[in-house]
């Protein structure tokens, strides 16, 4: 067995008087594909600043075997002293490493980069992929990856994706990118609590292992707990007549207690909720014949879509395609050249916007929250004092008066998170959300999401989160044309290859030989026509359903919003609170049906898809 590139023994960083991590060792062989997963602030990238020899621990020991090129990736790369993109590539190349030069354009053409641009031009995609270069261009041994993912578009994250698969050395990645992590780890390492924790299987398998780690956390806990009960009674009843034989016992008992109190519990949740306020009209967005140009460049063309009340959209694309553009128009902040945009009734939107620009850096947490004063935040119609409610999004109670521009990039993402979510919505318009925010923290935005009872619209690049959120996706090319498709980013790509199948298929159909003669024209080009390929047809069940499921729906909107009108009658629970029960438990089989009906329409729409019926 080949030994280890690096190698880290009993790592110990202390910060603010305490340790940020301590006893850390692990090994990074020639072929670990290792992710390093952990909360927000809990020093993921500290600790992949000192394998990458960034920064000196505080104590341990790191090894790097001679010779060995480690490349590293800065979760904000800088630009100073750099005239073009390409000497800021080149930097990273020593004196006797100048043969690999030529890859320097090769690499920034891959990644769509002007070598000759100027590096402080550069958006924070292109300053990205800038930076992915410069790690990728000495071919070294040694990769380590802070949030590569960050701004990147879905065809680079791809790309990036096959350049980690081919490359033949051993890499380390910090990434909240879920379906990244799945398609590129062998190997996780869990910074949690101060403690690193290894698990040689990929991220796929990350929420059972971690789960099976606090399940027996838990039960250590409970077995130190009841062995301090049981002899915390032993020394109050029994210690006065066998005082000078237990004082060992005794003391077990206090290095039990301390133990106790040492140990770290799990770290909670992020609270996350959203109102949805008043009902919104059935139809909440209508464009029809939409087309947009910038300097002669078509943004979009032609394009038409209804998106309804409770329908949660993704708009998904390269970056400059126009996905921000699209959500402006949709959403009356934009007018497009051609076409209408008719927006519903009764709507409350909430925008989270991609730069973040309703934080002022220069505010406190307190007067971000608090903006017309005061110690208290409505949150959803019920008053909050302001620290308890940052509490809910796991910040200190002394950070309450620090300034904005003090925070993390996930600690300002769950700031906005916090101002955005205290009010009632019932469009919720998010442009990138997932930037910067750990696992756990996506895991629940996740599931409020898919809870809320609103329209949502959402730009992001992030594949699963896609996948779990959303009910149909707007796909932009960067052409000029949108396309929509039932279901999330995994529906797309599998429908645009049946798509790509079937225009094959018929391609090679209708290029038959040209049979010559016979007949009165003997000798003239005669060229048979293809027969065109025979549409299938839904089964005699699937065709009712998809007839009858949108009445079916419809019916089950209108009962629910009659229950809920009912329900708000305040005197009928103190009237009659066995009847308010019974709406109530209506009023949620009737959720559950409606989901089940879409669900059922959305297989069989996705079905007719694949079936080439119109």
Known sequence: MA???????DIRLTFGGNDL???????????????????????????LKIIAGEIEADGGERFVQPGCKVAYLAQEPRFADYATVEDYVLSALEDHEQDYAYRADMLLDAVKIDPKADPSTLSGGEGRRA???RALIADPQVLLLDEPTNHLDLPTIEWLESEIKAFRGAVVVISHDRAFLN??????????????????QSFAHFDDWSEEVYRK???????????IAQESVWAVQGITARRKRNQGRLRRLYEMRHERSQQVGRIGNVSLASETGSTSGKVVIEATDIGKSWDDKHIISGFSTRILRGDKVGII???????????????????????????????????????????????????????????????????????????????????????????????????LLAKELAKPTNLLIMDEPTNDLDMDTLDLLQEMLSEYEGTLLLVSHDRDFLDRVVTSSIVMEGNGIATE????????????????????????????????????????????PAKPK??????????????????????LEGEIAKLEAELADGSLFTSDPAAFQKKVDRMEAARAEIATAEERWLELEMLREELGID
């Open 217 to 227: 956390e838990a039960e250590e806990r409970a077995k130190l707990d009841k062995l």
């Open 3 to 9: 030994p280890p590139l690096i190698n880290m023994n």
């Open 485 to 528: 498709y039932p279901g999330g980013y995994s529906d797309y790509v599998h429908l645009r290859k049946l798509s790509a199948k079937a225009e094959a298929d018929n391609g090679a159909s209708n290029t038959k030989p040209i049979k010559r003669g016979g007949g009165d024209k003997g000798g003239t080009a005669d060229a048979t």
């Open 317 to 415: 694309g390269p970056n400059g395609a126009g996905k921000t553009t699209l959500l402006k128009i949709l959403t009356g902040q934009l007018e497009p050249d051609e076409g209408t945009v008719k927006i519903g009734t009764n709507l409350t939107p909430t925008y989270f916007d991609q730069k973040r620009a309703a934080l002022d850096d220069t505010k406190t947490l307190w007067d971000t929250l608090c903006d017309v004063g005061g110690d208290q935040i409505m949150v959803r119609g019920n008053p909050r004092h302001v620290v308890s409610y940052l509490r809910d999004f796991l910040f200190d109670e002394k950070q309450a008066r620090s300034p904005v521009g003090a925070l993390s990039g996930g600690e300002r993402n769950r700031l």
């Open 131 to 133: 930076a992915i270069a």
């Open 21 to 47: 991590f301590s006893d850390v060792s692990v090994a990074i062989g020639e072929r670990d594909r290792l992710c390093l997963v952990g909360r927000n602030g809990g020093g993921k990238s500290t600790l």
């Open 534 to 555: 025979a549409k299938g047809k839904l089964s005699y069940k699937d065709q009712r359903d998809y007839d009858m499921l949108p009445a079916t729906i419809e019916k």
């Open 183 to 200: 398609a590129v780890s062998n190997g996780v390492l869990w910074l949690d609590r101060g403690v690193l924790r290894r698990n040689d």
